[in-house]
């Protein structure tokens, strides 16, 4: 049971730099989520997707851009890396009604230098 | 928007003594859920236990239980019996009815439990 897999699980930037964090899901889920941790935090919501080809923006966006193309993939871009984005993020999924329980992947560690 | 306050940023109990970890809310909306949800030391996010608000009956899942007190906002755990697996940053998070799963979350509390 793969469920909700991060890629990559570890990187560590340049300011200035760029990477994608790749977020896929194989339980045929709707909904798609990124969120980032920072210390003494719990989880913020940055982008999420309500289906294949439509995204959103969440509380803390600026900065990532997102894209959905296929149902099962949701990719979280940073176009110029800042020390500001250091920080833990967790993509999960869900499907509808509401209530459904929320699936968590296991976490990217991210280090902007 | 709805805010989420956990204001115990950590908590201990003994093994095998019992636990409550506190959380308020705000929110205007009259349909939503309530989560609560451990994180270990993995970073794994696990949910613990889950209250839909239309329900009055407080949710268990075996050794967790929940004080649900819609007007007052406030949705608390309990854990029975803890046991040292227990130990972990506990969040509680509110997401609203019919919307698309958007989580929001409290900044956590982390519980020791003493052996």
């Known amino acids: 049971n793969a469920g909700v897999t991060q890629t990559p699980k570890f990187r560590v930037l340049k300011t200035g730099q760029s990477m994608t964090l790749l977020c896929a899901q194989d339980m045929n889920h709707e909904y798609m989520y990124w969120y980032r941790q920072d210390p003494g935090m719990g989880l913020r919501l940055i982008h999420y997707?309500?289906?294949?080809?439509?995204?959103a923006k969440g509380e803390v966006p600026d900065g990532y851009n997102v894209s959905r193309l296929k149902k099962q993939n949701f990719l979280l871009g940073l176009e110029s890396a800042a020390p500001s984005q250091t920080s833990v993020y967790f993509c999960?999924?869900?499907?509808?009604?509401?209530?459904?329980?929320?699936?968590f992947g296991e976490g990217s560690w991210l280090t902007v230098v | 928007a709805q805010t989420v306050t956990q204001s115990q940023p950590e908590m201990s109990v003994q093994e095998a003594e019992t636990v409550t970890l506190s959380c308020t809310y705000d929110?205007?909306?009259?349909?939503?859920?309530l989560f609560w949800y451990k994180q270990p030391p993995s970073r794994q996010m696990i949910l613990v236990i889950r209250q839909e608000a239309y329900k009055q009956q407080n949710a268990t899942e075996n050794r967790f239980s929940v004080n649900f007190q819609k007007a007052a906002k406030s949705f608390s755990l309990k854990i029975s019996d803890s046991q040292l697996g227990d130990a972990a940053m506990y969040f509680c998070a509110y997401s609203l009815w019919g919307g698309s799963e958007k989580l929001v979350f409290g900044k956590g509390t982390k519980l020791t439990v003493n052996p």
């Open positions: 997707s309500v289906g294949e080809g439509t995204t």
């Open positions: 929110t205007s909306e009259s349909d939503y859920y």
């Open positions: 999960a999924s869900s499907s509808p009604p509401s209530g459904n329980t929320i699936y």
